[in-house]
C-alpha cells in the first residue's frame, strides 16, 4: 500500500456516538495511576464515553489503583494473563457493538481536547482507523509510522539499520520527520494509541490472541485495510508515551522478533519468508556483536520460531457488544 500525505476534509463536528476507551493493564501499578489523572483533560469535549480496563491478572496493585481512582473506570478482571489483544476483546466484549473505541497503553498521557480532535476523523466513512503524533516525555516525536513489513524493509533494516533505511526510504519505520507534519493514510501505525470505528470493529472482528504481544496491531490494522478502510494519522493530536519497555528487555524483544517472523509468515510464501527470517537474523546477529543481551535474545528467537505457513489464524468472531 502507498504512503498518502494530503490535506483531509474538515470533519462533522457532531459526536452523538458512544466512545469506549480501552486500557489493557498487566503489572501496570506504576503507569496506570498518571494516565488516568489525564483522562478528564484528555476527553474535554467528548460526551458518552465509557472507560473500561481489562486486567490480565495483576499481581501488583494495578486493580485496586483503578478502582480507586477518581475517574472511575470500569474494570474487567480477565483471571488470566492472555496478552494484549485478549485483553482488548474481553473489553470490547462487554461494550456496545456500535461504539467507536479509542485503545490506550497504560503509559499513555493525554493532552486536552486530544481525544475529541482523534475520534472526530471516525466521522469519515472510510477511515477505520486514526492514530495520533505520539511525543516521548521530552517532548522529541516517537517514529510511529509505519510501513508494511516486506523483503525490502526487513533487509534495509537489517543492513543498514533501522535509522538509516528509513532515511533512505527503505525500511518499515517511517523517520522521515516531513512525514508526521500533516495528516495522511498510512499502512499501519504503532498500538500504543489508536482509535477504531464501530463500523470497522464490526467489519474486521476480533484482535488475534495468537500473538500475545507485538504484531497484533500489524495484522489488526492490516485487516482493516483488507475491509476496505485507512490508517488515518492526526498531526493534530499530541499524546505522550512512555514506552520503550522491548528495547530494554530481552524476553519482550525475542517476543517481539518472533512474532515479526510469524506474522510475515502467514501472508506469505515458504522461500520469502526463509529470507525474511534471514535478514531478521542478519540484523539481530551484527547488533549482538557488541555484547547487546537485547539483540542476542532477538538472534535466538530468530532462529527458533518455525514458520507458520500451515498455521491458520483461528477463527475470529465478530465483537459482541452489550
Keep these: 500500500m502507498t504512503l498518502h500525505q494530503f490535506p483531509l476534509p474538515a470533519a462533522p463536528s457532531d459526536r452523538t456516538r458512544s466512545l469506549a476507551v480501552v486500557i489493557v493493564t498487566y503489572n501496570s501499578g506504576d503507569a496506570i495511576g498518571g494516565l488516568l489523572d489525564t483522562l478528564a483533560d484528555g476527553l474535554e469535549g467528548v460526551g458518552n464515553v465509557d ?8 499481581a501488583d496493585r494495578s486493580v485496586a489503583i483503578a478502582k480507586a481512582h477518581p475517574a472511575r473506570p470500569r474494570v474487567v478482571q480477565t483471571g488470566w494473563n492472555g496478552g494484549y489483544a485478549a485483553g482488548i476483546n474481553a473489553a470490547l466484549a462487554t461494550v456496545s457493538r456500535y461504539a467507536d473505541v479509542l485503545i490506550l497503553n497504560p503509559d499513555i498521557r493525554l493532552s486536552r481536547g486530544s481525544v475529541a480532535r482523534l475520534v472526530a476523523r471516525l466521522r469519515h466513512a472510510h477511515i477505520g482507523v486514526v492514530v495520533p503524533r505520539i511525543l516521548h516525555e521530552d517532548g522529541t516525536l516517537v517514529h510511529s509510522l509505519r510501513r508494511e513489513p516486506s523483503l525490502r524493509t526487513a533487509w534495509a533494516d537489517a543492513v543498514l539499520g533501522a535509522k538509516l533505511g528509513a532515511r533512505l526510504d527503505r525500511g518499515e519505520c517511517i523517520c522521515d520527520p516531513q512525514f508526521y507534519e500533516a495528516p495522511g493514510f498510512f499502512d499501519w501505525a504503532s498500538g500504543a494509541a489508536l482509535a477504531v470505528s464501530a463500523e470497522a470493529r464490526i467489519r474486521v472482528g476480533a484482535w488475534d490472541e495468537s500473538f500475545f504481544l507485538y504484531s497484533e496491531e500489524v495484522d489488526y490494522q492490516r485487516r482493516v485495510r483488507e475491509a476496505g478502510y485507512f490508517i ?9 508515551h512512555i514506552g520503550g519497555d522491548y528495547q530494554r528487555n530481552a524476553k519482550l524483544y525475542a517476543i517481539l522478533t518472533g512474532n515479526r517472523i510469524r506474522d510475515y509468515g502467514r501472508h506469505h510464501a515458504r522461500f520469502a519468508t526463509a529470507m525474511f527470517r534471514l535478514a531478521v537474523l542478519t540484523g539481530e546477529l551484527l547488533r549482538s556483536l557488541g555484547g547487546s543481551r537485547v539483540h542476542w535474545a532477538g538472534v535466538k528467537a530468530a532462529l527458533s520460531r518455525p514458520p507458520e505457513h500451515s498455521m491458520r489464524r483461528p477463527s475470529l468472531g465478530k465483537v459482541v457488544g452489550a
Design 232 to 240: 488515518a494519522y492526526a498531526p493534530d493530536t499530541d499524546i505522550v
Design 51 to 58: 472507560v473500561v480496563i481489562a486486567d490480565n491478572a495483576s
